[in-house]
């Protein structure tokens, strides 16, 4: 079975920076897409960044500029650089991954439990 662990969260200030980050564990053939998402209160989920097995990119146009997503390819991990936190960046951060554990078996979507982030002074 395999589990995302997410690390990090905590309170900021508007205008300071926090770093998640995220380890796939288990049995691992291999992994596709890690991404973050975040989810505000009383809305959905939605995409914060996702970064593929090729190093491509691509973020939600609120957090452009501002948040930088990698990744580190012998340990699973996937990593959010958040700079200039608003207090609408509040919310539960969620890591999320295509792993495949089995060369036959298809790619499967894992999800982390989630951390809380809040943007506060």
């Known amino acids: 079975q395999v589990q995302l662990v997410e690390s990090g969260g905590g309170l900021v200030q508007p205008g300071g920076s926090l770093r998640l980050s995220c380890a796939a564990s288990?049995?691992?053939?291999?992994?596709?897409?890690m991404g973050w998402y975040r989810q505000a209160p009383g809305k959905e989920r939605e995409l914060v960044a996702r970064?593929?097995?090729?190093?491509?990119?691509n973020y939600a146009d609120s957090v452009k500029g501002r948040f930088t997503i990698s990744r580190e390819y012998a340990k699973n991990a996937v990593y959010l650089q958040m700079n200039s936190r608003k207090p609408e960046d509040t919310a539960v951060y969620y890591c999320?991954?295509?792993?495949?554990?089995?060369?036959?078996?298809?790619?499967?979507?894992?999800w982390g439990q989630g951390t809380l982030v809040t943007v506060s002074s």
């Open positions: 999320n991954a295509d792993v495949r554990v089995r060369v036959v078996t298809p790619y499967v979507e894992v």
């Open positions: 970064i593929t097995s090729g190093g491509s990119t």
């Open positions: 288990g049995t691992i053939f291999s992994i596709n897409v």
